[in-house]
């Protein structure tokens, strides 16, 4: 019998009732090290008291009302994220998925309104993952997620990672953009290297086309800048964002500048939920924690104290694991032994991480983890890389 939580989910036997900053509370008392904030989600950890604040405070005057009227946090927000980023624009969903959807339909309107409606070809990379919706599957183009869900929305083509003489050959006069994450998250935690993004702006600048990031899992000072692509000096002419945007609360964005997004007018794109009150004043906290130089040199420096600290692991267990990958606090072990393996062995340390593509397991803490937990967490690391060394 089909259970009444349709099973699409591998779960661990855990569950959490609690969150405190770096650390969950599972129903049984004991206390995880959370290194995976909720897939790179809980951004300033859990039940910070600036969002629990801003949360309540909202939640006591109104709830919801649509975007059939103004909504002034909305607004608030919007602006906040100009005045901070390459963008004009803004258009809030409650998801990554949803920000891929409306990248998508606004590429292809852009041109479509510039009348060339043959331009409607995205391009898009192995290993990608942009989102489980039609579109966002069909951008990623991998058996995994694509098998049984045909016929795949089409106008999509999917070249290897890292092959510069593919893309140019790929470019035609039907392509209308460019889909990339600068640094890929379920893919194994591969961070484009400057150069190619830099390479990948000339080239959509030479070829009239668009270029489009997904910076939903490295966005949002995860990288140690507000943006991942900010560390090569471009912007993009759409950026999809959500998971950290929100600190734990469901909140997602597109951005974008006016010469991308003039074609979407009134009646083209829309939202039931997406802005609401509650989403955007926990949005306003975030951003008044995150987007500063001090905030972020923080995190700078958490990165490398906690590179530091996996590097020496990986030294020690060159059985378990092979080399430490990433950017910021977006970091990865690319493992010898099985991943699940080591990820299970960290669950019995009452410690959470993620696993990835290419046998990767994922650490994506709290960008304000403290220098006590990030030492734990790896003394933790440490514990269970030795029971996998020797079971």
């Known amino acids: 019998m089909i259970p009444s939580i349709l099973p699409t989910y591998n779960r661990a036997p855990l569950t959490f009732v609690k969150g ?18 909720g897939i790179a989600v809980n951004a300033l ?67 479509f309104d510039a009348g060339q ?60 953009a460019i889909l990339i994450e600068p640094v890929q998250g379920e893919g194994g935690i591969r961070p484009l290297p400057d150069v190619c993004l830099k390479g990948l702006r000339d080239l959509c600048d030479e070829r009239g086309i668009l270029l489009i990031l997904d910076e939903v899992q490295c966005g949002m000072g995860r990288t140690g800048r507000l943006f991942a692509h900010e560390w090569a000096g471009v912007a993009p002419d759409i950026m999809m964002v959500a998971k950290g945007i929100g600190g734990g609360f469901p909140l997602g964005a597109v951005l974008a500048t006016e010469h991308a997004a003039s074609a979407m007018v009134a009646g083209t794109h829309g939202s039931t939920y997406g802005g609401n009150p509650l989403a955007c004043a926990v949005g306003l906290a975030v951003m008044d924690e ?31 694991f092979e080399e430490v990958r990433g950017s910021g606090l977006m970091l990865g072990l690319k493992c010898k032994a099985p991943n699940l393996d080591v990820l299970n062995a960290c669950y ?18 709290p960008l304000n983890i403290t220098e006590a937990d990030m030492a734990e967490a790896c003394a933790r690391l440490g514990r269970a890389a030795e029971a996998v060394s020797s079971s």
């Open 20 to 37: 405190e900053g770096s650390w969950l509370i599972e129903a049984d008392g004991r206390r995880f090290l959370d290194m995976g904030a």
């Open 45 to 111: 950890g859990h039940a910070h008291p600036a969002l629990v604040a801003a949360l309540t405070a909202q939640a006591q005057d109104l709830w919801h009302t649509s975007n059939l009227y103004n909504i002034p946090a909305q607004q608030d927000l919007a602006d906040r994220l100009v005045e901070a980023t390459f963008a004009d624009t803004v258009f809030f969903t409650n998801s990554g998925t949803e920000a891929c959807e409306l990248a998508v339909k606004m590429a292809r309107r852009h041109f």
């Open 117 to 176: 409606p043959e331009r409607t070809d995205i391009i898009a990379f192995e290993g990608s993952f942009h989102g489980r919706s039609a579109a966002a599957i069909a951008a990623a183009g991998s058996e995994k997620m694509t098998t049984g869900f045909g016929p795949l929305l089409p106008g999509f083509v999917h070249l290897p990672w890292g092959n510069h003489d593919a893309l140019h050959a790929a470019i035609t006069d039907t392509t209308a």
């Open 290 to 320: 995150i987007v500063n130089e001090e905030f972020l040199d923080d995190v700078r420096a958490r990165a490398g104290n906690m590179r530091q600290r996996l590097e020496a692991l990986v030294a020690g267990h060159p059985d378990v």
């Open 348 to 365: 019995d340390q009452m410690l959470c991480a993620v696993p990835a593509a290419d046998n990767v397991l994922r650490l994506l803490p």
